[in-house]
């Protein structure tokens, strides 16, 4: 249980250009859904939180309008990187978390990732 | 000071042996803690998942959490090549879905 995916897993695309990731939970409604980034060998670093049917809340030093989030149903979230950059090629994350029965509802289950290239 | 120190490593053991690792906190108010492994390229898989002092074990893997001292361990018995990847701790004040506070992650090598 408990399945984050998210899609494309990988993706190229050239500078100027706008990327959509969607981010899916499988088997279960999630209340709330985070984006990370993640350079490598580095830890995630937080980019904004969304909750469903509600506006994203950014993390301080993340462009709310180049990267839109927009969470239409409680199993999915979209982020879209617009007019893209090379400094914008990155692993970006997503998790997905709710209140199990006997949880906390703070544990996160994350996505398998997806490495955007911008050339 | 960040809010959560893990020593980033990395640390190479040879098959079998015992992976000890920790991480240290400043924020008196986290009560959950979490352990996550990363494979490279992968997304964290959550592990290990404590909300008291004391030990929680699961199969070759026990975590301990000492909220005295701020301090929190993982400890991967019979390590084996496939345990060789990144881990997290990760840990959150209160209940409800909230945002986690992540150590840098410490890289693990199992060597056959």
């Known amino acids: 249980g408990a399945v984050v995916s998210q899609h494309p897993s990988w993706v190229i695309c050239k500078s100027g250009t706008s990327v959509k990731i969607e981010c899916r939970s499988l088997?279960?409604?999630?209340?709330?859904m985070f984006w990370y980034r993640q350079f490598p060998k580095q830890s995630l670093m937080l980019m904004a939180t969304?909750?469903?049917?509600?506006?994203?809340?950014?993390e301080q030093g993340v462009e709310k309008d180049k990267f839109l989030i927009n969470h239409a149903s409680l199993t999915l979230s979209t982020l879209t990187v617009t007019s893209a950059h090379p400094e914008d090629s990155s692993f970006y994350i997503c998790?997905?978390?709710?209140?199990?029965?006997?949880?906390?509802?703070?544990?996160?289950?994350f996505g398998p990732g997806t490495r955007l290239t911008v050339l | 000071q960040k809010e959560v120190e893990q020593d980033p490593g990395p640390l190479s053991v040879p098959e079998g042996a015992i992976v000890s690792l920790n991480c240290t906190y400043s924020?008196?108010?986290?009560?959950?803690f979490m352990w996550y492994r990363q494979y490279s390229r992968k997304g964290p898989e959550l592990l290990m998942y404590t909300y008291s002092s004391g030990n929680k074990e699961d199969g070759r893997f026990t975590a301990q959490v000492d909220k005295s001292s701020k301090y929190i361990s993982l400890f991967i018995r019979d390590s084996q090549p496939s345990d060789s990847a990144t881990y997290l701790c990760a840990m959150s004040a209160s209940r409800g879905n909230n945002r986690l506070a992540f150590g840098k992650g410490n890289q693990v090598v199992v060597i056959p």
């Open positions: 088997d279960f409604q999630a209340t709330t």
């Open positions: 924020n008196s108010a986290f009560q959950y």
């Open positions: 998790s997905a978390s709710t209140l199990f029965v006997g949880g906390a509802g703070n544990e996160q289950f």
């Open positions: 969304s909750n469903e049917g509600s506006k994203a809340t950014y």
